[in-house]
C-alpha cells in the first residue's frame, strides 16, 4: 500500500510539461493535462518565442490588420481557455480577442446599414455615399 502511494505522488509531481504553471495537485484536472501555449502542443514555440509573436500579432493588428488579432486568438487558444496560465501572454492575447470582436461589430453594423438601409435609409444623399457610379460623375466612361 505504501509503494502505491508513493507511486502516485511521484507520478502527480512530475509533468512532461516544461511551460506548466499550474501547481501539482493530485486532484486537480488541470495539473494531470500538459497546457502549451500554441495550439501546436508540444510541436509548437516554446514561451519566449511565443511571447514575441504574440506581441507581433498584436501590435499589427493595430495597422489596419485587424484579422491578426484572430490568428492570434486562434493560434493561441490554449492561453484563452485556461486562465491562470501563461500570465505573460495572457494580456495580449485577451486584448486580440477584445479588439477583433469590437472591430467585427463596427464591420457588421457598416455593412448592415449600408446593405438593409440602402436607399430607404439615407435618402437623396445616398448617390454620394455609393461607389458605383463615381465613373460617371468623373466622366471616364466613354459611352457617357
Given at each position: 500500500?505504501?509503494?502505491?502511494?508513493?507511486?502516485?505522488?511521484?507520478?502527480?509531481?512530475?509533468?512532461?510539461?516544461?511551460?506548466?504553471?499550474?501547481?501539482?495537485?493530485?486532484?486537480?484536472?488541470?495539473?494531470?493535462?500538459?497546457?502549451?501555449?500554441?495550439?501546436?502542443?508540444?510541436?509548437?514555440?516554446?514561451e519566449e518565442e511565443s511571447l514575441s509573436y504574440v506581441r507581433r500579432f498584436y501590435k499589427f493588428g493595430y495597422a489596419l490588420l485587424p484579422f491578426l488579432w484572430a490568428v492570434n486568438c486562434f493560434y493561441f487558444w490554449p492561453v484563452l481557455r485556461h486562465s491562470r496560465s501563461f500570465p505573460?501572454?495572457?494580456?495580449?492575447?485577451?486584448?486580440?480577442?477584445?479588439?477583433?470582436?469590437?472591430?467585427?461589430?463596427?464591420?457588421?453594423?457598416?455593412?448592415?446599414?449600408?446593405?438593409?438601409?440602402?436607399?430607404?435609409?439615407?435618402?437623396?444623399?445616398?448617390?454620394?455615399?455609393?461607389?458605383?457610379?463615381?465613373?460617371?460623375?468623373?466622366?471616364?466612361?466613354?459611352?457617357?
Open positions: 500500500m505504501e509503494v502505491s502511494q508513493s507511486q502516485a505522488s511521484t507520478n502527480a509531481t512530475q509533468n512532461p510539461n516544461p511551460n506548466n504553471n499550474y501547481p501539482s495537485n493530485s486532484n486537480s484536472i488541470l495539473s494531470s493535462t500538459p497546457v502549451w501555449p500554441t495550439i501546436d502542443g508540444p510541436l509548437g514555440l516554446s505573460r501572454l495572457r494580456p495580449y492575447v485577451v486584448a486580440s480577442a477584445i479588439g477583433f470582436s469590437v472591430f467585427s461589430v463596427l464591420l457588421c453594423s457598416w455593412v448592415l446599414t449600408f446593405a438593409l438601409g440602402g436607399e430607404q435609409l439615407f435618402g437623396p444623399t445616398w448617390d454620394q455615399l455609393v461607389m458605383y457610379n463615381v465613373a460617371d460623375r468623373l466622366g471616364l466612361t466613354g459611352w457617357s
